[in-house]
């Protein structure tokens, strides 16, 4: 059995280690859950980007004033807090992907941004191509309308035919329309608002080019000079209008493929942020396991403490109980108790020690003689059972003898023991006399 001492440093041992540990499991769950959340945030995070990426760009699609700073800053940050998931930041608190699975559903999130990112790109370069297209068609058309009718009133003052005034007036109002289906296939890219826009372009561009070629209104020269003017301005008016409308076409096709992609990249993203929220959940489900099974440990270990003390608590008044009865003072001298000093009572109780020593050895003596007396019978009862041979029956005779022999033994070892006894209690005797002695 081990001592108390060496079970009290055990327990004492093994309860401060479950408790350190316990201490460190609470400390690192709650730095875990620190750094969780720092990553889940800014996983999260790219997800309202992918959102706001998109807003911007519709924002700016049918915006007045074009600011691209907004649709710029996300763009850059979803693509920095993306490199920092795939290869972690210490500065930030953003640890590498901490399984191969989530590495490699952002590394497929990588993959969609870059084309999506291609295509932001784009849009920024052809809005702000279709901006300064649109300021030259709109603030220009109506100096377009103006050249326009100066032809025709040219037309008038020079008494050119009517039907070369018909289509002279005709110009104006195509000049017109010709803006109208532009905003709207601006505003709403229709395939029909694209198609008319172009066969009014078509129309007048036609005319203009009758005018130009047409040797009866050339023979004019102040009809002449003006419609020079009307054929280079509209050179240079529909090479714009025509720009502007390719470049507002490749901007729909982005903006849409914006519209379409960006709900691929979204659900992407979303895939890892739960990713990271579940293999946070596990981690901390594990960690308070392992807290829980520390805790039923110290639990186990406290009841075992408890048991224990209880134990020596149990010995201990054994022990006093013991002391008492050992050591008690002879009830027929009261007296001696009340008046002696200490050592007079030490006396007192070693004397009645003493007393109760002799008796034990007076005792010893009887029970050698007992002893002695025993082995000289069996000795007799052997001679007997020899003299008696053709009486008993040999079988039970060495039965007899094999009884007879093993008690000789036992009585010869006890007679021993009794003399070993014996001499000790003498000697115990002499010293608690030598004891007394001095103690008088």
């Not at 350190?20 to 790219?46: F, R």
């Not at 826009?197 to 209104?217: A, G, S, W």
Request: hydrophobic residues 40%.
């Amino acid at each position: 059995m081990k001592k108390i001492t060496s079970q009290i440093k055990f327990i004492g041992g093994a309860l401060s280690l479950v408790i350190i540990a316990i201490v460190a499991s609470v400390i690192y769950i709650n730095q875990k859950s620190k750094h969780d959340s720092v990553v889940i945030n800014v996983a999260g995070k790219e997800r309202m980007l992918t959102q706001k990426i998109s807003k911007e760009v519709f924002r700016l699609k049918t915006a007045t004033k074009i600011d691209l700073n907004e649709l710029k800053e996300a763009t850059e940050l979803f693509e920095r807090n993306l490199e920092a998931l795939i290869s972690g930041d210490e500065s930030r608190g953003i640890y590498p992907p901490p399984t191969a699975e989530i590495k490699e559903q952002l590394i497929r999130v990588k993959r969609l941004w870059t084309p999506f990112k291609n295509r932001v790109e784009r849009f920024q370069q052809y809005l702000l191509q279709t901006e300064q297209e649109k300021s030259f068609v709109f603030e220009n058309n109506d100096f377009l309308l103006e050249i326009s009718d100066r032809v025709v009133k040219e037309m008038v003052k020079a008494q050119i035919e009517p039907g070369y005034v018909d289509l002279a007036g005709r110009q104006r109002m195509l000049s017109q329309r010709m803006m109208y289906f532009l905003l709207l296939y601006l505003n709403e890219p229709q395939p029909s608002f694209y198609r008319i826009f172009y066969e009014t372009l078509h129309l007048y561009e036609q005319t203009i080019k009758r005018f130009h070629e047409d040797p009866y209104l050339l023979g004019n020269e102040e009809l002449k000079k003006v419609l020079e003017n009307n054929f280079a301005f509209w050179k240079v008016y529909s090479s714009h209008a025509k720009r502007l409308i390719e470049l507002q076409a490749k901007l729909n096709d982005t903006v849409g493929y914006i519209a379409q992609f960006n709900n691929v990249l979204l659900n992407g993203m979303d895939q890892a942020v739960t990713m990271y929220t579940i293999y946070s959940e596990k981690q901390r489900t594990l960690l308070q396991d392992i807290e829980n099974i520390l805790g039923m440990i110290a639990i186990v270990i406290m009841f075992y403490s408890f048991f224990l003390i209880r134990n020596i608590q149990k010995h201990f008044e054994e022990f006093l109980e013991k002391s008492k009865t050992f050591a008690s003072i002879d009830k027929e001298d009261p007296k001696i108790c009340e008046h002696a000093d200490e050592l007079t009572i030490a006396s007192k109780r070693l004397e009645n020690f003493i007393k109760k020593v002799d008796k034990m050895i007076i005792d010893a003596r009887e029970a050698i003689k007992t002893s002695e007396t025993l082995a000289k019978e069996l000795g007799d009862v052997g001679e007997i059972i020899e003299k008696n041979t053709g009486v008993i029956d040999r079988k039970q005779k060495n039965e007899l003898e094999k009884y007879l022999d093993t008690s000789e033994d036992l009585a010869i070892q006890s007679l021993e023991d009794l003399e070993k006894s014996a001499k000790l209690l003498q000697k115990l005797h002499e010293n608690l006399s030598n004891i007394l002695d001095k103690t008088k």
